[in-house]
């Protein structure tokens, strides 16, 4: 029998705030919520950047989701690139005497020397690259809160951005937790905890590997730290190395937009074949740079200031309507770049009762499938057709027919790109039909917070757990009705809130479509049908004792969430503390004892193959 993978905890940060106490779900579905989760709501998005709750709802509500970059971090009505001239030949030019190159250029010649300046000759065409400036195409994006700097938290050290979000990510899953972490490794052994996370496109911002490759371009130096933090694995590093202290498995598996996907479908696994207790799993992405903005809108994937103008039918001197950019299943024009950081903390079932811990969910399984021969790379092709069928055949098998066909919903891709509204629609309405499914309720995130790339199924699953807590299911509020391409026969694509009983709705599809055919969809369980699973394994007696423990959990959550209201609480950075050296290891043959872990590493292995 499989051990269930059980998510316990959730952190993060995203355009919709912060993750943790569902804030940043509720803050997807502020419209539909009572005063008091409305209150607290405002309470938790006005402290990351210092502001009056009191003072101005609408300002706080403006500085979050999708919305006019506000140039935070560069100014996108003038980003500065190099515009290439030429200098005919038989010209002058005038330098100060330290800043001439060495060696001359070709064709160079000093005519003249003169307090400190020399006069150049130039004898032949001199290609010159100049200073200027132009104005970004595309303006909308999904950034963090503005006035939020997870940077200016601890002492990050010129860290990226990602970096810098994974800090605080993951360090408010373990916050929001409200579990006591070295009592929590007592009950384990190093090799039995993992970590999986990472960054779909590296580190990208000038701390990392932009800044690798623009420095010498730019007439700067590159620094010793560029290269190394920008890996693309850096965030399970860090975790590992400052927040955990963890020695067990670590990586990330890449698959573009799908990544984070990717990355719970090893945590899973691993969890359900038992190699693993405790997994975490994660990604953090900081794509809204100059240059992936000129990469994804030369590609004419993103939502352009002047495509969205000639959707509302404006006039080229109008604002856009950059709130509404991202458009999924709609008449839409491109996707929305995103920021965002989410983390989730997975255990198998035993642990997760036996500490105590909070069930947000579970996770049955993630079905991962390429496309196959590809006209081009970048078409979508028919791998998602076998993962959203496989998780639809999963949740039947789990929960029963009634289930899937009554019981389900789906968290969709929903890019907003034409493509991705007829190709995402024309499967979730095949594998509807085949299931016999009719009126599936199909949500689409994006349209509120963007794509924030490798975290984007993070945004999902943040969403999805959300939906279990509060019973509302964010209809896309960007669109005024489907586009005539959208396949919808089976669907209810929601173009409003819906508002469900969390116990009637017990299984989730969180779909992903990912550049390069990088598919994966996750069937989510809902807490209620992962208490009745557990119940039917473990038994009455033991649940009992799990919900005693748990009530302890409950309230130390509930003080780090009150405080999250009020502040920022701290994140874990333990730089240079605890660090382990080979003097602090015992070791024999048949294992190795590793400081303020309860189990040893066991040494006394079987042979996994047969005998010869």
């Known amino acids: 029998m499989s051990r269930l993978p059980v998510i316990v905890a959730q952190g993060g940060i995203s355009s919709a705030g912060r993750t943790s106490g569902f804030y940043g779900y509720r803050r997807l579905v502020i419209d539909k919520l009572g005063r008091a989760d409305r209150v607290e709501t405002l309470e938790a998005l006005a402290s990351l950047f210092e502001g009056d709750p009191e003072a101005g709802e609408q300002s706080i509500l403006a500085n979050s989701l999708i919305r006019r970059?506000?140039?935070?971090?560069?100014?996108?009505?003038a980003i500065y690139y190099h515009h290439p001239v030429t200098l005919q030949q038989d010209s002058e030019i005038v330098l100060a005497g330290r800043r001439l190159p060495d060696p001359l250029p070709e064709g160079w010649e000093i005519?003249?020397?003169?307090?400190?300046?020399?006069?150049?000759?130039?004898?032949?065409?001199?290609?010159?690259?100049?200073?200027?400036?132009?104005?970004?195409?595309?303006?909308?994006?999904?950034?963090?809160?503005?006035?939020?700097?997870?940077?200016?938290?601890?002492q990050s050290r010129h860290h990226p951005k990602a970096l810098a979000m994974t800090v605080f990510g993951a360090s408010d899953a373990i916050g929001s937790s409200g579990l006591d972490w070295s009592l929590l490794k007592k009950r384990l052994s190093p090799e039995q905890i993992a970590v999986y996370a990472g960054s779909a496109m590296s580190q990208?911002?000038?701390?990392g590997n932009g800044g690798m490759l623009q420095a010498r371009l730019l007439g700067k130096r590159v620094t010793s730290k560029q290269c190394p933090l920008g890996f693309a694995e850096m965030s399970a590093d860090f975790i590992n190395a400052y927040?955990?202290?963890?020695?067990?498995?670590?990586?990330?598996?890449?698959?573009?937009?799908?990544?984070?996907?990717?990355?719970?479908?090893?945590?899973?696994?691993?969890?359900?074949?038992?190699?693993?207790?405790?997994?975490v799993v994660g990604n953090?992405?900081?794509?809204?740079?100059?240059?992936?903005?000129?990469?994804?809108?030369?590609?004419?994937?993103?939502?352009?200031d002047q495509a969205l103008r000639a959707l509302d039918q404006l006039g080229s001197e109008s604002c856009p309507d950059w709130r509404k950019a991202c458009r999924p299943f709609g008449n839409n024009c491109g996707f929305t770049l995103a920021e965002s950081a989410q983390y989730f903390v997975l255990m198998d079932d035993?642990?997760?009762?036996?500490?105590?811990?909070?069930?947000?969910?579970?996770?049955?399984?993630?079905?991962?499938?390429?496309?196959?021969?590809?006209?081009?790379?970048?078409?979508?092709g028919a791998g998602n057709y076998l993962t959203v069928a496989r998780a639809a055949a999963l949740g039947r098998a789990i929960a029963g027919e009634e289930a899937l066909r009554f019981e389900s919903f789906v968290q969709a891709h929903g890019t907003g790109t034409p493509q991705n509204r007829v190709t995402e629609s024309h499967i979730l309405d095949e594998v509807a039909r085949v299931f016999g499914i009719k009126n599936w309720p199909v949500?689409?995130?994006?349209?509120?917070?963007?794509?924030?790339?490798?975290a984007a199924a993070g945004d999902q699953l943040m969403s999805t757990l959300g939906v279990w807590r509060y019973g509302l299911i964010p209809g896309i509020n960007t669109i005024d009705g489907l586009a005539d391409d959208v396949h919808a026969n089976q669907l209810n694509i929601l173009l409003s809130h819906l508002q469900i009983d969390p116990a009637?709705?017990?299984?989730?599809?969180?779909?992903?479509?990912?550049?390069?055919?990088?598919?994966?969809?996750?069937?989510?369980?809902?807490?209620?049908?992962?208490?009745?699973?557990?119940?039917?394994?473990?038994?009455?007696?033991?649940?009992?004792?799990?919900?005693?423990?748990?009530?302890?959990?409950?309230?130390?959550?509930?003080?780090?969430?009150?405080?999250?209201?009020?502040?920022?609480?701290?994140?874990?950075?333990?730089?240079?503390?605890?660090?382990?050296s080979e003097q602090d290891l015992e070791m024999d043959h048949q294992r190795i004892t590793v400081p303020g872990y309860g189990k040893p590493v066991d040494l006394e292995l079987d042979n996994p193959f047969w005998k010869f």
């Not at 290609?127 to 940077?151: D, H, I, W, Y």
């Not at 990208?204 to 701390?207: A, P, Q, S």
């Not at 000129?294 to 939502?303: C, F, P, R, V």
């Not at 949500?443 to 490798?454: I, N, Q, T």
């Open 350 to 380: 035993e642990l997760a009762l036996e500490c105590g811990a909070e069930i947000l969910g579970a996770v049955g399984d993630v079905f991962i499938n390429a496309d196959g021969y590809k006209k081009s790379i970048s078409a979508p």
């Open 284 to 304: 953090s992405e900081a794509p809204i740079t100059p240059e992936i903005i000129d990469g994804y809108a030369t590609m004419g994937a993103l939502a352009s």
């Open 243 to 279: 927040i955990l202290g963890s020695l067990g498995t670590t990586g990330t598996s890449m698959g573009a937009c799908a990544t984070l996907l990717y990355n719970l479908q090893q945590g899973v696994a691993d969890i359900r074949s038992g190699k693993h207790r405790l997994v």
């Open 111 to 154: 005519k003249h020397r003169e307090n400190g300046r020399v006069t150049i000759g130039i004898s032949a065409n001199q290609p010159l690259m100049l200073p200027s400036s132009r104005p970004s195409p595309v303006n909308a994006a999904g950034q963090l809160p503005t006035g939020f700097k997870p940077e200016k938290l601890y």
């Open 504 to 580: 009637d709705m017990n299984l989730a599809l969180v779909n992903s479509k990912g550049f390069g055919g990088n598919n994966a969809t996750a069937l989510m369980l809902s807490p209620q049908l992962t208490e009745k699973m557990l119940k039917a394994k473990h038994g009455s007696r033991t649940m009992m004792q799990w919900q005693q423990e748990r009530e302890k959990t409950l309230v130390v959550q509930g003080d780090y969430l009150d405080r999250c209201r009020q502040e920022i609480p701290d994140p874990i950075y333990q730089f240079g503390s605890g660090v382990l």
């Open 69 to 77: 970059l506000d140039n935070q971090s560069f100014n996108s009505d």
């Open 204 to 207: 990208l911002d000038y701390n």
């Open 443 to 454: 949500s689409a995130v994006k349209s509120y917070v963007g794509h924030s790339l490798g």
